[in-house]
């Protein structure tokens, strides 16, 4: 990485940032989020967001972004995944292993159908 030598190279820097959050939500028609914060990331979150980017790219899925949280406050059921979709409200699954993640992204996302055997919350955290 290199040395920030200038105001005008910490604002280059700022305004890739910005323009690659932009393009990481635009177009899209949903969002998936992966809680990552340190209880996630001891039951294996980091597993379950490979697998959920790998699941969206066997689908060739290129409109749902994954983005990453910190604690969802829902420690004893981690790794957690929020899953919104347009016109649709927000479902939070638990316990979503690698494998639980595929399913995820296979039954709700390409077939629209929600995971209920995994299903911690719907609506509004």
């Known amino acids: ?11 280059k820097i ?5 323009k ?4 990481r939500d635009t177009n899209t028609r949903g969002k998936i989020t992966v809680a990552m914060g340190t209880c996630g990331i001891a039951a294996g979150a980091k597993d379950t967001l490979k697998a959920i980017v790998d699941a969206l790219n066997d689908f060739n899925i290129t409109d749902i972004s994954v983005v990453q ?14 899953v919104r979709l347009l016109d649709c409200e927000p479902i ?3 316990h979503v292993t690698p494998e639980n993640a595929r399913r995820i992204v296979k039954l709700h ?15 509004e955290i």
């Open 20 to 23: 690659d959050l932009q393009l």
């Open 14 to 18: 700022k305004e890739k940032a910005v």
């Open 92 to 94: 939070v699954y638990g």
């Open 69 to 82: 949280s910190g604690c969802m406050g829902l420690c004893e059921v981690e790794p957690t995944v929020e």
């Open 109 to 123: 996302i390409v077939e629209n159908q929600i995971v209920s055997d995994l299903l911690v919350r719907k609506g």
């Open 1 to 11: 990485m290199s040395k920030i030598k200038s105001l005008e190279d910490l604002m």
